[in-house]
Nanobody, 123 residues
Framework: VQLQASGGGLVQAGDSSRLSCAAS????????MGWFRQAPGKERELVAS????????HYADSVKGRFTISKVNAKNTGYLQMNSLKSEDTAVYYC?????????????????WGQGTLVTVSS
């Protein structure tokens, strides 16, 4: 499975941005998905995840109410919509997917990772 993340760049605080994660190699509907980020000097953290079905989602407290994760199986693509961006959201963002046995379970394990895309929020 190959994952290609895109959409990062330089944005102003308060702006919105959307990240995309295009998957190839296996049908996207087999996978749940997550978006991680790693800021300089910090550990990687899971910011959002979505079940294989797309019905259930989970967010880190730091992004809850501002970020929205989604997946469109027909397009083999997942998204992370980021609103009201803050300087502390600056990080390299990675998408990841994992084989999901249960369609509605919130994922905790991921098998494949994308290359990362840098989001810089300027205040």
């Amino acid at each position: 499975v190959q994952l290609q993340a895109s959409g990062g760049g330089l944005v102003q605080a308060g702006d919105s941005s959307r990240l995309s994660c295009a998957a190839s190699g296996r049908p996207f509907n087999q996978f749940h998905m997550g978006w991680f980020r790693q800021a300089p000097g910090k550990e990687r953290e899971l910011v959002a995840s979505i079940s294989r079905s797309g019905i259930n989602t989970h967010y880190a407290d730091s992004v809850k109410g501002r970020f929205t994760i989604s997946k469109v199986n027909a397009k083999n693509t997942g998204y992370l919509q980021m609103n009201s961006l803050k300087s502390e959201d600056t990080a390299v963002y990675y998408c990841a997917v994992g084989y999901a046995r249960l369609p509605h379970a919130v994922p905790t394990q991921f098998d494949y990772w994308g290359q990362g895309t840098l989001v810089t929020v300027s205040s």
